[in-house]
């Protein structure tokens, strides 16, 4: 079973910044997208809009107003989601997760995509 282990979640004042991190095998690196996902208390799960794959990280430019950033160490096999200029709003669960679906410039933002999950890392934003 392939296995993402969040991490680096924690109590920030709002305006802060923090850096996840989703160590997962090196297989999923070269293979899958990894994407970064969150579930806002009472709420549904939703895309950050933001992966990585073997030949690409990226962030869509609609992306959390462009606070977020995803990169990878290869080494590490790991991937980072940096967030910026927290908000409260930002408070939530954040999951790293891993898909097959991507290729030719795509890359999955849908969660019902992505096949692995990690158990999530909770953010909290709050003065």
């Known amino acids: 079973q392939l296995q993402l282990v969040e991490s680096g979640g924690g109590l920030v004042h709002p305006g802060g910044s923090l850096r996840l991190s989703c160590a997962t095998s090196k297989f999923a690196m070269e293979n899958l997208a990894i994407g970064w996902f969150r579930q806002a208390p009472g709420q549904g799960r939703e895309g950050v809009s933001c992966a990585t794959t073997s030949d690409r990280s990226t962030c869509d430019a609609d992306s959390a107003e462009g606070r977020f950033a995803v990169s990878r160490d290869n080494v590490k096999n790991t991937v980072f989601l940096q967030i910026n200029s927290l908000k409260p709003e930002d408070t939530g669960v954040y999951y790293c997760?891993?898909?097959?679906?991507w290729g030719g410039g795509y890359y999955p933002r849908d969660d019902y995509e992505y096949k692995y999950w990690g158990q999530g890392t909770q953010v909290t934003v709050s003065s």
């Open positions: 997760a891993a898909s097959e679906k």
